[in-house]
Nanobody, 116 residues
């Protein structure tokens, strides 16, 4: 079955960096559009990165553009999110998400806390 396992979350001070990873299995990873979404306490789910099947195209919302960078390694079935210049408002649970045809799946999430 589809498995998406996130790692790399933690606590970081404002201005710091973190790199999230997502290990994918159980589906044709290289054919899936992948992305990262986050949910801050009391807020709705927000997409922060979408990356095309071959990794050549990425989309970011204004809130993270220039600070976050998504990438993937199709040979390793891995998805990454490099987060730089983190802000307190980036505090959230970050989820890896896959979309293959009509099916969409999400991992269990990893917590990111940005505070001083």
């Amino acid at each position: 079955q589809v498995q998406l396992v996130e790692s790399g979350g933690g606590w970081v001070q404002p201005g710091g960096s973190l790199k999230l990873s997502c290990a994918a299995s159980g589906f044709n990873f290289s054919s899936a559009i992948m992305g990262w979404v986050r949910q801050a306490p009391g807020k709705e789910l927000e997409s922060v990165s979408i990356i095309s099947e071959d990794g050549s195209s990425t989309v970011y919302p204004t809130s993270v553009k220039g600070r976050f960078s998504g990438s993937r390694d199709n040979a390793k079935n891995m998805l990454y999110l490099q987060m730089n210049n983190l802000k307190t408002e980036d505090t959230a649970v970050y989820y890896c998400q896959s979309r293959l045809g009509p099916r969409s799946d999400r991992g269990q999430g990893t917590h990111v806390t940005v505070s001083s």
